[in-house]
């Protein structure tokens, strides 16, 4: 059972490092085409990492805001758990 619980603390991990900052851009990507920001604020929304610019220009009326913060709450979960497999493999040694 431990080691299950270890193995969903690792998924979660991964899940963090190879998915959080393509699914994010992307969503940012289609966030922005049909909007009508400057190239500039565009530009801002897309490589703003703490995602400050992206509901600062992007208006709350846009059909994917909804999906963006859904997607930053599960990976603040993801990345609960992440840190607990952090911690796992530092107590474990």
Do not use: C
């Not at 922005?32 to 530009?43: F, G, L, Q, R, T």
């Not at 963006?68 to 107590?91: D, R, S």
Request: aromatic fraction near 20%; charged fraction near 15%.
């Amino acid at each position: 059972m431990v080691e299950f619980f270890v193995g969903i603390l690792q998924l979660s991990y991964y899940i963090i490092v190879f998915t959080f900052i393509p699914v994010l851009l992307l969503v940012r990507v289609l966030s922005v085409i049909p909007s009508k920001n400057s190239v500039k604020e565009k530009i801002l929304v897309i490589i703003d990492v703490f995602s400050l610019s992206y509901y600062y220009f992007i208006p709350k009326e846009n059909k994917l805001r909804k999906l963006y913060n859904t997607l930053l709450f599960v990976y603040l979960a993801f990345a609960i758990f992440a840190l607990g497999f952090g911690i796992h493999m530092y107590v474990d040694v």
